[in-house]
């Protein structure tokens, strides 16, 4: 089918009428993909089932032999033909996943760079020696530590991030010589289908990268029962991810998780407060709060509270919200139950002695899925959003008065993805660091992610890490090679 495609485009790949025709091992079924900022048909997507599923792990399967043994600048090579792809075609893969999942443009070029850094960085990485030798304990053996592929990859992606949460995983699985079948959110196929037509194009060969369309639970549990799936890397919530853990468990996979977060942001009496308040607003509201890193919850020393409340909330009333197309600073969120979510948290925190500085409605004039940037200061502990990932744009703001304190506050979760801390003090910031138990700790900043970093939670925010060399391990095994010349 994605022959038919290539045959009927010519450089261009924002014809979401012919990319939607075209997932691998389609039939006739159809998802319909809307645009959430005004609730528009943008495709209709064919999709597949389980003989579909299965049928694209007998792709990867047989692909497996030659793809795993082609020399390494090979397979460098062609990532880097998909690299310059994705990048040649930045603005129409923005417009599509503007269409399909709503964030401003701005972001969506954002997310396409960040998206390619990953391919880039695999396609370096594949060169980098996967042989290690062994200093030997036995008299007249020779050891050695060889990396293989591990065979054929799962990878299941979520809308936040329809391009980035791809590549991040297939770079590296195709980089070490694993064949892929990727499943991606139903919100988000169009983006998903668009980087599947750029790494045919790059010269993937048939069966390398394979992108299956369908209800989740039937295309991912084909994959978890099958045997042949070696490794299953998964970015979603925390609850799917456990489904997916407990029904990988009979094929024994490697896994890597990566969920939900609920990022405590705490700041300190003495912090640059201008640049507290400025980072806060990126950490709360980039992609409209749809982030696995959005801070959830704001802790703020008592000296400094009444302020860093009234200047985050003048800063928030200054946001814009609109469509993507617009490059507002907030767009939709991506469908009902996030904004009945955000709805719910502010009503609970309310209810619960919460006092609201701004926002906590739908902004009606645009449309239901716009849920306008909310300030809610003195959320006490026992509200759910102080406890659940609310995944939107709403900051819960509570106040603290000691270090020990903030820190069993922002520890007292199941999760552990990313702590902000904002301090100017080196000591402060020193036990900080080592006490929060997060798999990442931001010191007064908010950007920490790229390709050359091992991106992960600690706790229930997931198992392994994506990026950076840690993130072939779940991709390769080691074969421990022990020679005596006889
Ligand atoms: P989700 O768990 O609902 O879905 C993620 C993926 O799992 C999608 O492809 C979906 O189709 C699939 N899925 C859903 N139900 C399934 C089932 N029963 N069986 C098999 N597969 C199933 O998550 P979402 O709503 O798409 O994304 C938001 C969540 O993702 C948030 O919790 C967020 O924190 C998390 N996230 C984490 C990271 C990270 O790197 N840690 C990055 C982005 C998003």
Not at 182 to 190: F, V
Not at 211 to 231: F, M, N
Not at 311 to 335: C, N, Y
């Amino acid at each position: 089918m994605l022959d038919n495609l290539s045959s009927r485009l010519t450089d261009r790949i924002t014809d979401t009428a012919l990319l939607a025709g075209h997932g691998d091992f389609a039939g006739e079924g159809r998802l319909a993909v809307r645009d959430p900022a005004t609730g528009d048909l943008v495709a209709q997507v064919a999709i597949s089932d389980a003989t579909g599923a299965c049928a694209a792990v007998d792709a990867a399967q047989a692909a497996f032999a030659a793809w795993s043994t082609t020399l390494p600048q090979h397979r460098a090579a062609t990532l880097h033909r998909w690299h310059d792809l994705i990048l040649a075609a930045k603005e129409d893969l923005a417009r599509i996943m503007v269409a399909e999942q709503g964030k401003p443009v701005s972001e969506a070029r954002g997310e396409i760079d960040y998206a390619a850094s990953f391919v880039q960085f695999y396609a370096e990485e594949a060169l980098r020696p996967n042989i290690e030798g062994v200093t030997s304990h036995l008299a007249d053996a020779e050891m050695e530590l060889w990396r293989e592929p591990v065979g054929v990859a799962a990878l299941i992606t979520p809308w936040n991030f329809p391009c980035a949460m791809i590549t991040r995983k297939a770079a590296a699985a195709l980089g070490a010589g694993c064949t892929v079948v990727i499943h991606p959110s139903a919100e988000t196929p169009l983006s998903a289908l668009a980087l599947a037509e750029l790494a045919r194009r790059a010269g993937f060969p048939g069966g390398v990268v394979n992108t299956v369309i369908g209800d989740a639970a039937t295309i991912v549990g084909e994959w978890t029962r099958d045997a042949r799936v070696r490794a299953l890397s998964f970015t979603g919530s925390t609850e799917v991810g456990r489904l997916l853990y407990r029904q990988s468990a009979d094929t024994v996979k490697r896994l890597v998780m990566e969920l939900g977060g609920h990022a405590p942001f705490i700041v300190f009496k003495g912090a640059d407060l201008d640049r507290a308040v400025a980072e806060a607003v990126k950490a709360k509201f980039a992609t409209s709060g749809q982030d696995c890193l959005g801070a959830n919850r704001f802790y703020i020393h008592r000296p400094i509270y009444d302020e860093f409340c009234a200047r985050f909330t003048a800063a928030v009333e200054r946001l814009t919200i609109g469509t993507g197309m617009d490059d507002p600073d907030i767009g939709p969120l991506i469908h009902d139950r996030q904004i009945d979510k955000q709805k719910a948290h502010v009503a609970d925190a309310l209810a619960q002695g919460a006092r609201l500085l701004t926002g906590g409605s739908v902004d009606e004039d645009l449309g239901p899925l716009f849920f306008r940037p909310t300030v809610l200061a003195d959320v006490p502990d026992e509200a759910a959003i102080m406890s659940e990932e609310t995944f939107g744009p709403v900051a819960a703001l509570s106040v603290f008065d000691d270090e020990e304190e903030v820190i069993a506050r922002a520890n007292a979760s199941e999760y552990g993805l990313v702590a902000y801390v904002h301090s100017l003090d080196p000591r402060r910031i020193y036990r900080l660091t080592r006490a929060l138990q997060y798999g990442m700790v931001a010191v007064n900043r908010t950007k920490v992610t790229g390709a050359p970093i091992p991106f992960g939670g600690m706790k229930q925010s997931g198992i392994g890490r994506e990026g950076a060399r840690q993130g072939l391990e779940a991709f390769t095994e080691i074969k421990y090679v022990c020679r005596d010349w006889g």
